[in-house]
């Protein structure tokens, strides 16, 4: 399964808003950093904002801000926020023209490892995804990375 750019440029988005809440930070700044399109932020800044994640202000003295502290920001749901949909295998679609549907155990099976990446998202905040403060120790993975084609 792969997120959309989209959702990753968003919490990109918001990891960056979060390291500096003593400030609004600006689109350009943002993309700048992350050497992301400008209009593809303002599309994610809106997203976010409308789902209640950022504050926006126009104007001088504008910008964007966390609109709750990071601790209150599950990832899981700035992913269901930015995702179309989750639709990881056809049966899951609603123009569904596999003709195995009703025949075979993979729905269930996709739909449990579908609820378990997201209950872990959800176990998780922007909080927990942000950069550690200068000389603090590195994170240990639970689980290290699969490579591609790792079996």
Not at 32 to 44: D, V, W
Not at 93 to 120: E, Y
Request: net charge neutral.
């Amino acid at each position: 399964m792969r997120l959309a750019h989209m959702t990753d440029y968003a919490v990109r988005l918001l990891i960056y808003v979060a390291q500096h809440p003593e400030r609004r930070c600006h689109i350009a700044e943002v993309a700048a950093a992350y050497q992301i399109s400008e209009t593809h932020l303002m599309k994610i800044t809106h997203q976010l904002a409308l789902a209640g994640w950022l504050e926006t202000t126009r104007g001088k003295g504008g910008g964007i801000r966390l609109a709750r502290p990071p601790e209150q920001i599950r990832l899981g749901d700035v992913v269901r926020t930015m995702e179309p949909d989750f639709f990881i295998v056809e049966c899951f679609s609603t123009g569904n023209t596999c003709s195995l549907t009703g025949h075979c155990q993979l729905t269930g099976i996709m739909d449990g490892a579908l609820h378990r990446f997201m209950d872990h998202l959800d176990s998780h905040t922007l909080a927990d995804v942000l950069p550690p403060e200068p000389g603090a120790p590195r994170p240990v993975l639970l689980h290290p990375p699969v490579k591609a084609g790792a079996a």
